[in-house]
Structures are given as structure tokens and as C-alpha cells.
């Protein structure tokens, strides 16, 4: 498809695990961004990526949680030692332009989390 | 602390009333976006507002940006059931690229 496409599209994990979450943005896309969502919440921002480098990182909540970028396509966000308050919908978007403030990002479907 | 300020945060209504959504800001924002999310979907851009005053319609959807560009609003006529999901405003900054969302407002329209 050409939408950004994110995997798995759920998963249930025990607390202390380690999880992996995929995002495939759209082709040619330069800008790669995670969000997460909560109940009740807007989107929080998580990280940044231009092309493979992550120039924001500033939303990461904690140390358990890292990102990486290969290829200047797919992306996979880690979160270690999984908590409770882990659990909501981690939401990717892509854009094509990085510069100024009219570019649109465009968001897959989420992987829903729930750490048990 | 949430940037920016959406209400309300609930809104249930018959179809075919009227509505307007507010997002509030003290920040300056360089454009202000607005989605709509359905759900176990991620969320769709309605509209992109830039100019200070700025009004943009979409169908029954209005949308303004406000003179200072810190707070915008989205107003529906004649709402329809297919109306109904989450709203969420955006805010961009200068820089980066990153998006400041509000919290939502979760319009249910019934018939």
C-alpha cells in the first residue's frame, strides 16, 4: 500500500519484557516521527527522524525507550523492561518535508500496547 | 502541561445542530492543523491554517486561525452521524517539524 503501514497492529506484553515496534513510512518520505497516545490524552511526541539521524529526542519519557532509523526508510522503536503505564497506541507519521511548517504528516494506524 | 487546549473535551448532539470545537494556546504557532481520528485508525488532516485570521471551509467544516495565531476554531453546520470521531488540533513551531497536539474532542452525532 502507500500509507505508512506500522507492525504489529497489537500487542500484549507482560511487564518487565522488552517490545519492538515497526513503522514503514511512505516511500520517499525523509521525515520519520513517533507519538504516543493515552486514554483520555492527545498525542505526545517521541522522537524525530531526519533521514537516519534523530535530531529530537526530547520526548522520549525514559531511558527504556530508544529508537533507530536504517536505510532512511523503516524504523523500530524498543521500549525495555516494559511498565504498566507503558500500555497506549504508539502512532507513526511521515512527511516529505522537514523544513518549515507546512509539511503534512501523514500517520499510520498505530500498534496498540498493553503491558499486563 | 498540555501546550495546547481543546474544548470541550466531550460532545454529543442530534443530527443536523451546529457545533464549534476550540483550541487555546498562549504559544505562538507558525500553522495550526486540525485531524480527525476514527477509531484504531491514526489521525487524518482535515485542514492546515497559517495566516493570522485565516478561515478555511471544507464542505460544512469552517475552520479559523486566530489574529495571533494562538488559538484556532472548527465549526460544523448541520452536523451528520458521519461527522462523528475524534477531533484533534496541531500546532507547529518554527522548528523541526514536531507537532503539539491537543488532548481532542470526541463528537458523537446521533440520528
Known amino acids: 500500500g502507500a500509507g505508512v503501514s506500522q507492525s504489529p497492529s497489537n500487542k500484549v506484553t507482560e511487564k518487565g519484557k522488552d517490545v519492538e515496534l515497526r513503522c514503514d513510512p511512505i516511500s520517499g518520505h525523509t521525515a520519520l516521527y513517533w507519538y504516543r497516545q493515552s486514554l483520555g490524552q492527545g498525542l505526545e511526541f517521541l522522537i524525530y527522524f531526519q533521514g537516519n539521524s534523530a535530531p529530537d529526542k526530547s520526548g522520549l519519557p525514559s531511558d527504556r525507550f530508544s529508537a533507530e532509523r536504517t536505510g532512511g526508510s523503516v524504523s523500530t522503536l524498543t521500549i525495555q523492561r516494559t511498565q504498566q503505564e507503558d500500555s497506549a497506541v504508539y502512532l507513526c507519521?511521515?512527511?516529505?518535508?522537514?523544513?518549515?511548517?507546512?509539511?503534512?504528516?501523514?500517520f499510520g494506524p498505530g500498534t496498540r500496547l498493553l503491558v499486563l | 502541561t498540555q501546550l495546547l487546549e481543546q474544548s470541550p473535551q466531550f460532545l454529543s448532539i442530534q443530527e443536523g445542530e451546529n457545533l464549534t470545537v476550540y483550541c487555546n494556546s498562549s504559544?505562538?504557532?507558525?500553522?495550526l492543523q486540525w485531524y480527525r481520528q476514527e477509531p484504531g485508525e491514526g489521525p487524518v488532516l482535515l485542514v492546515t491554517v497559517v495566516t493570522g485570521g485565516e478561515v478555511k471551509k471544507l464542505k460544512r467544516l469552517t475552520f479559523q486561525f486566530g489574529d495571533a495565531r494562538k488559538d484556532s476554531s472548527l465549526h460544523i453546520t448541520a452536523a451528520q452521524p458521519g461527522d462523528t470521531g475524534l477531533y484533534l488540533c496541531?500546532?507547529?513551531?518554527?522548528?523541526?517539524?514536531?507537532?503539539?497536539f491537543g488532548r481532542g474532542t470526541q463528537l458523537t452525532v446521533w440520528p
Open positions: 496541531a500546532g507547529s513551531g518554527s522548528t523541526l517539524g514536531r507537532l503539539y
Open positions: 507519521a511521515s512527511s516529505q518535508r522537514t523544513s518549515g511548517s507546512r509539511e503534512t504528516q501523514y
Open positions: 504559544s505562538v504557532f507558525s500553522s
